[in-house]
C-alpha cells in the first residue's frame, strides 16, 4: 500500500510539465527538430548550406579515388607513398596544416611521388559554430604550406571530421573552394579491430562508379586500415576499375 501510495504521488508529479502552456510545448518541439535537423546537417557527407560538396560523382565509367586523411606522419608516409608506386596508383591525401608544419619532408614526398593533395584544416578541430576569422585562418594557414611543399594543383578542402555548418561552407563557396568527402567509408562502417580483408571486402561491396574512398593510414591505429589498401587496388582492378585522383574525378562527371 505504501509502494502503491508512493508511486501514485511520482505518477503526479513526472508527466510533462504540467504549467507549461501549449505554444511553449509547441515552441520546445520545434526547436527540438531545428536542433536535430542541424545536427544531422552537420555531420552530412552529402549536404551543406552554400557553395558545391561533393561526396562521389556521377558517371558509368568505372573509376574511383582512394582518399587519405590527416598527416602527414613520419612513419607511415614513407610506407603508403612506397605502397602506391609499387601499385602504380595516384591518390589523394587531405593533409592538417600543423602535421605538413611538423613533416614537411614526408609532406613534400606526397607531393614529388604526384598524389593530389588537399586542405584538411590546420589544427583538426571540429569546424562547428566557429568564427569566420578562425575558419579563414584555418584554411589559409594550411593552403600556404600546401604551396611551400611545391604542389601546384588545385587544393579542394575536406573537412575534420566531416563537420561543418554554417561559417565553414560559407567561407569556402566566396573562395571558390570545393568542399569534398566521401561516398564509401569502411572505417565508420565496421568495428575498430575489422581485419584488412574485411576493410577490403567491405569497399569491394559498395563500390560504384565515380565513388570516393576514405581511408586512415597515416597512424599506429590504423595497420589494418594501410595493409588493406593493396586488397582494395586489386579488387577494384578485377571488377574493372581504374583508380584516380579526386580532380581526375572531378573532370569525368557532373556531381
Ligand atoms: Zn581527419
Redesign the pocket.
Given at each position: 500500500m505504501g509502494a502503491f501510495a508512493s508511486g501514485a504521488v511520482q505518477a503526479n508529479r513526472l508527466p510533462g510539465y504540467p504549467h507549461m502552456s501549449v505554444v511553449a510545448r509547441a515552441f520546445v518541439a520545434v526547436f527540438a527538430i531545428a536542433a536535430a535537423a542541424l545536427w544531422l546537417l552537420s555531420r552530412s557527407p552529402q549536404y551543406q548550406l552554400f557553395g558545391e560538396l561533393v561526396d562521389r560523382v556521377e558517371t558509368d565509367d568505372r573509376l574511383i579515388a582512394l582518399t587519405f586523411?590527416?598527416g602527414p606522419a613520419r612513419e607511415n608516409t614513407p610506407r603508403i607513398l612506397a605502397m602506391l608506386a609499387a601499385l602504380d596508383v595516384k591518390a589523394t591525401f587531405?593533409l592538417?596544416g600543423e602535421a605538413i608544419s611538423y613533416h614537411p619532408e614526408e609532406a613534400r614526398a606526397i607531393v614529388a611521388a604526384g598524389h593530389e593533395v588537399g586542405n584538411?584544416s590546420y589544427t583538426?578541430s571540429r569546424m562547428l559554430l566557429r568564427s569566420p576569422g578562425f575558419v579563414a585562418s584555418e584554411v589559409e594557414r594550411t593552403s600556404a604550406l600546401i604551396r611551400e611543399i611545391g604542389y601546384t594543383g588545385a587544393i579542394h578542402f575536406r573537412p575534420?571530421?566531416g563537420k561543418k555548418l554554417f561559417t565553414l561552407p560559407y567561407y569556402l563557396w566566396r573562395q571558390d573552394i570545393k568542399t569534398i568527402t566521401w561516398s564509401v567509408a569502411p572505417e565508420s562502417n565496421l568495428p575498430s579491430h575489422a581485419s584488412p580483408e574485411a576493410i577490403a571486402a567491405y569497399v569491394l561491396e559498395h563500390a560504384r562508379p565515380g565513388d570516393i574512398v576514405l581511408l586512415?593510414v597515416m597512424f599506429k591505429v590504423r595497420e589494418h586500415s594501410l595493409a588493406a589498401v593493396p586488397l582494395i587496388v586489386q579488387g577494384l582492378r578485377e571488377s574493372g576499375y581504374r583508380l584516380v585522383t579526386v580532380s581526375e574525378l572531378l573532370a569525368h562527371g557532373e556531381t
Open positions: 586523411d590527416d587531405y592538417v584538411h583538426h575534420p571530421y586512415h
